[in-house]
């Protein structure tokens, strides 16, 4: 990025440089990506000016740190999408079918200028394809325009362009990305927060904050950056980064994640990264770069079309070199199999894709379609995607020989009641559900992210972590280690319960697995997945023990949302094709570099933006079978192409052979074309299988 200083001072610079005027500069990533910097007190863009000011101190060492880093600018910095510069449209389309329809009806005079020019633009690409790529279908198929003109049979330059251009047209609108960049959506939703400035609370922009600020966080506030707590107590929801919904206590020497939300309590922390690089930045930094990242995409069905240019070129040559007759050689030209190759691919994918929406899903590409046929790991995200987004009891341990299930449930729902968290939500549940009663309660007491205190029928009811039952309250919890034990090793979390200074029993909550996700994984093997593997950000223990009840081959657990996507990377580099199944925004790096991402209805906003493939019901049961019909898919796809092959090889040796002319030859191939594109379009009514 090259930048002119325009002006100087002291503590000031203003310089300009040309991508600020472009519409795809990313005004706000800039200001973050300098206003993150030690130095930069203030960071100005004006676009229309395309002029950038940086306000600094530190004197001339901090002017050259700014200029050094304006130097090795990350490209990010262009935070729009650039769509291809050149796309046929349904214009084009109508062009060329209005020129074979003139072709009859214009005086003969006017016929050859128009028939030029309408095909120029054909030419002209055949021949920068064999100046810059070599020789290619477009070649060929300028080539075959090119003779027909020279031999003034306008009818079939004209027809075969259009074809040419409906094929175009169709690749393009298959081809064409569905999203654009997705930025905007990881941008936290606040402007200002709160620091503690020389002992006063100060409200402050959030792009203006630097490392080592002290930042206020109250209850139902989003944490804007990344830091460690210094004082205070809460419960941070912290789902839109590491996807995982129980609330984390935070406390002194705790780190805080930029995107997590405080539920209860108040701390003040310390910045520690801020602007680009917090880690809901790092997250949208990841998500762009695997955007921007060139991927071209080539359909096997041109790639063999382009094996078979050189022998219909060579032989169209050699007719024409021993013959002299341009009638034959422009015969053999006509049959060049680009056309049904070309189209029927396509038309087979979206067809298909048609189906797949019929059977709730969606699928942005036809490129996601044939990557899926082709998956060999599956990998998923463990919360939300394999297991229900809330949780649920699933054991009650009595401990004190005298209190049964159903007396420890009542007591801990009644003291859990006016507290609106998943732990409480699940008990009330349970207590519903079995027709536990909740009883009459005189004073209740929250102690966050510790407990709950209150006086049930006269006596004081602890429930909450060991922690603050053993440490806070000092009541005896040895009787818990042997099943505390037990109820680790199976992924539970654990509430313990006290009447009276007693521990009496013991809670356990789980997340609940899907009911379908064992059917599910099971099925994707059986079906040639090599690899199924889980993804979470657990502790080991709860993360095996849902792993092996699901059968699942590898476990991979405390896994962070940048580490996710450098996994899936990992195993493209080993020659795995990855489809990523997840649904939160956590997961966006994931789905954005596996080679499918794969979204339930019911994920994130951003995570559904990222997928290619989104499943409409909130159920995994629709995913084998898109796997299995992808598959069909491709195979039906491989058929046409030889189908197309076998009939145009026998339509070349007839012109070959000067048994029919460029027209009949034209209408045949054209046929066949129809034909193609006819039994790729049957895929919209397959049944299901």
């Known amino acids: 990025m090259v930048f002119q200083i325009v002006h100087e001072t002291r503590s000031r610079l203003r310089l300009r440089a040309h991508f600020l005027c472009d519409p795809a500069f990313d005004e706000t990533y800039l200001e973050d990506y300098l206003g993150a910097m030690e130095d930069v ?47 046929t449209d349904m214009g084009d389309v109508y062009r060329g079918g209005a020129m074979v329809l003139l072709t009859f009806l214009l005086p003969h005079r006017l016929v ?13 690409g055949g021949i920068s394809t064999l100046v810059k790529q070599g020789l290619k279908v477009e070649v060929l198929d300028a080539t075959a325009v090119t003779l027909s003109l020279l031999r003034r049979d306008y009818l079939t330059a004209n027809a075969i362009n259009f074809l040419l251009t409906l094929g175009e047209y169709l690749q393009d609108s298959t081809e064409r990305k569905s999203h654009r960049l997705l930025r905007q959506l990881l941008k936290p939703p606040v402007d200002k927060t709160w620091i503690n400035l020389d002992g006063q609370e100060v409200e402050v922009e959030v792009k203006s904050l630097r490392v080592g600020d002290l930042i206020i966080g109250h209850t139902g506030e989003l944490m804007p950056v990344d830091g460690t707590v210094v004082s205070g107590d809460a419960l941070a929801n912290q789902s839109a980064i590491t996807g995982e919904y129980v609330p984390v206590h935070l406390q002194p020497g705790s780190q805080v994640l930029a995107g997590s939300v405080l539920e209860e309590g108040h701390i003040t922390y310390q910045a520690e990264r801020v602007g680009a690089e917090t880690t809901m930045a790092r997250i949208g930094k990841f998500i762009t770069t695997a955007i921007q990242r060139p991927a071209p995409y080539q359909r096997e069905s041109e790639a063999l079309a382009d094996q078979l240019v050189p022998l219909t070129f060579g032989l169209g040559t050699g007719v024409f070199a021993l013959t002299r007759n341009v009638q034959k050689t422009a015969g053999v030209f006509c ?99 079995r027709g536990v009663p909740l009883l009459p309660r005189s004073l209740a007491e929250y102690i966050v992210a510790h ?33 505390e034990q037990e109820l680790y090793k199976s992924g539970n979390n654990i509430l313990y319960i006290a009447e009276e200074g007693k521990l009496i029993g013991l809670l356990a909550l789980n997340e609940t697995v899907r009911p379908e996700a064992k059917d599910t994984i099971k099925n994707l093997k059986d079906l040639g ?138 209408i045949f191939h054209n046929s066949i074309t129809v034909g193609i594109l006819m039994r790729s379009l049957s895929l919209s009514g397959e049944e299901k299988k």
């Open 41 to 87: 007190t203030a960071v100005r863009v004006n676009a229309m000016a395309c002029s950038l000011s940086v306000h600094f101190t530190g004197g001339e060492p901090a002017k050259i740190r700014i200029l050094q880093a304006l130097e090795s600018l990350p490209m990010e910095v262009l935070g729009e999408e650039i769509e291809p510069a050149q796309q």
């Open 112 to 124: 050859p200028v128009l028939s030029w020019i309408s095909c120029f633009p054909l030419v002209w």
């Open 335 to 433: 049959v060049d199999y680009s056309c049904a190759l070309k189209l029927s691919a396509p038309i087979a994918l979206r067809a298909s894709m048609y189906r797949a929406a019929t059977e709730g899903i969606l699928v942005r590409d036809g490129r996601s379609w044939e990557k899926l046929s082709k998956v060999t790991t599956f990998v998923f995200d463990k919360t939300g995607t394999l297991t229900e987004r809330s949780l649920q009891l699933s054991e009650i341990i009595p401990l004190d020989g005298a209190s049964s299930e159903e007396r420890i449930l009542s007591l801990a729902a009644t003291a859990e009641a006016p507290y609106n968290h998943p732990l409480s939500q699940a008990l009330s549940q349970e207590a519903a559900r």
């Open 451 to 483: 407990g709950v205190s209150s006086i049930i029928a006269g006596k004081k009811i602890l429930v909450g972590s060991r922690h603050f039952l053993e440490d806070d309250e000092g009541i005896n919890c040895l009787p818990a280690d042997v099943p």
């Open 529 to 666: 997945a090599r690899r199924i593997i889980m993804l979470t950000g657990d502790n080991r223990q709860a993360a095996q023990a849902i792993g092996q009840k699901l059968g699942i081959d590898e476990v991979k657990w405390e896994f962070l949302p940048e580490e996710k996507g450098g996994f899936i990377n990992s195993l493209k580099k080993e020659g795995e094709t990855v489809a990523f199944i997840g649904d939160g925004a956590n997961d966006a790096p994931g789905l954005i570099c596996a080679d499918v991402g794969i979204c339930l209805r019911e994920g994130s906003s951003l995570a559904r933006e990222t997928a290619s493939v989104l499943l409409q019901k909130d159920d995994l049961r629709p995913l084998p079978w898109a796997y299995s019909f992808s598959k069909q898919t491709i195979s039906y796809t491989r058929e046409n192409f030889y189908l197309a092959t076998g009939l145009n090889s026998a339509i070349l040796v007839l012109a070959l052979l000067g048994r029919i002319s460029p027209l009949v030859t034209s």
